[in-house]
T-cell receptor, first 111, second 116 residues
Framework: GEDVEQSLFLSVREGDSSVINCTYT??????LYWYKQEPGAGLQLLTY?????DMKQDQRLTVLLNKKDKHLSLRIADTQTGDSAIYFC???????????FGSGTRLSIRP | KAGVTQTPRYLIKTRGQQVTLSCSPI?????VSWYQQTPGQGLQFLFE???????NKGNFPGRFSGRQFSNSRSEMNVSTLELGDSALYLC???????????????FGEGSRLTVL
């Protein structure tokens, strides 16, 4: 199958770290992505990781990739109210060069 | 540089009607992909067009169709609308098929379709 799975909701306190998890199915995926969708807007690429990497850090964002378990995670340090959004995990399938998205995780921030 | 433009932004149709949505990609981008976004199913891939040819297709019925013009603008059409077609339809463009070299897609804000 070509499912990318994520939990639907995550609630964290402002200032804490958020960890959003994702599992994918295509072991030959070349790139994996995290996109962010703010209310009323389209998706915007947050970060991506190449499949031969284990980790990528970009300011407050840390992406971890476990190829053996086909597991991807996004950690947002010091979560702020502006981080409230839906976060989509996606994989680029090498076989068809199409990009498949998960169902999205809605991150809400509580004071 | 203008972003991806989708029209109309909102529309309401009734069951059995048909609808056409339009997408203008970023200038110079030749690939246009369409996705359906619903609360329960997330983002589902509909199809991708590159240089006026359909390159990839998702698992949607034949009521969903699309095309791309020589200027890279794309349209998608849904015929015989059903209540379950209510969704946000997102268009994404990229310079090449399957995204940029790193696979990045550039999304429009979407067309929200409500079927009554």
């Amino acid at each position: 199958g070509e499912d990318v799975e994520q939990s639907l909701f995550l609630s964290v306190r402002e200032g804490d770290s958020s960890v959003i998890n994702c599992t994918y199915t295509d072991s030959s995926s070349t790139y994996l992505y995290w996109y962010k969708q703010e209310p009323g807007a389209g998706l915007q690429l947050l970060t991506y990781i190449f499949s031969n990497m284990d980790m990528k850090q970009d300011q407050r964002l840390t992406v971890l990739l476990n190829k053996k378990d086909k597991h991807l995670s996004l950690r947002i340090a010091d979560t702020q109210t502006g981080d409230s959004a839906i976060y989509f995990c996606a994989e680029r399938q090498s076989s068809a060069s199409k990009i498949i998205f998960g169902s999205g995780t809605r991150l809400s921030i509580r004071p | 540089k203008a972003g991806v433009t989708q029209t109309p932004r909102y529309l309401i149709k009734t069951r059995g009607q048909q609808v056409t949505l339009s997408c203008s990609p970023i200038s110079g981008h030749r690939s246009v992909s369409w996705y359906q976004q619903t609360p329960g199913q997330g983002l589902q891939f509909l199809f991708e067009y590159f240089s006026e040819t359909q390159r990839n297709k998702g698992n949607f019925p034949g009521r969903f169709s699309g095309r791309q013009f020589s200027n890279s603008r794309s349209e998608m059409n849904v015929s015989t609308l059903e209540l379950g077609d209510s969704a946000l339809y997102l268009c994404a463009s990229s310079p090449t098929s399957g995204g940029t070299n790193t696979g990045e897609l550039f999304f429009g804000e979407g067309s929200r379709l409500t079927v009554l």
